[in-house]
Nanobody, 122 residues
């Protein structure tokens, strides 16, 4: 059983900052990519940022230069530092991780967190 638990969402004024954290736990053999997605009301879920196990990163154009993704492999944690937030960043943010479980017989699939609300408003 694998769980992704997110924290750090909330209400912030435009121009402010928030830090999202996601910790993976359970019967984990290895974690490949970890990332953050978001879904605004009436819109499809979209990729915000992703980081591989070796530290390579990729960002949506809309957040480049404002958001930074990082991870702590020893703690199975991924962090999203969000600066210069805009009202259009308002959404539910979901943590995602591609995780391999098992020892002798292994399975790999994507896991999702429960989502955390980020609201940017004055």
């Amino acid at each position: 059983q694998v769980q992704l638990v997110e924290s750090g969402g909330g209400l912030v004024q435009p121009g402010g900052s928030l830090r999202l954290s996601c910790a993976a736990s359970g019967s984990i053999f290895s974690i490949n990519a970890m990332g953050w997605y978001r879904q605004a009301p009436g819109k499809q879920r979209e990729l915000v940022a992703v980081i591989t196990s070796s530290g390579s990163t990729n960002y949506a154009d809309s957040v480049k230069g404002r958001f930074t993704i990082s991870r702590d492999n020893a703690k199975n944690t991924v962090i999203l530092q969000m600066n210069s937030l805009k009202p259009e960043d308002t959404a539910v943010y979901y943590c995602n991780a591609h995780i391999t479980t098992g020892q002798t017989i292994q399975f790999s699939r994507d896991y999702w967190g429960q989502g955390t609300q980020v609201t940017v408003s004055s």
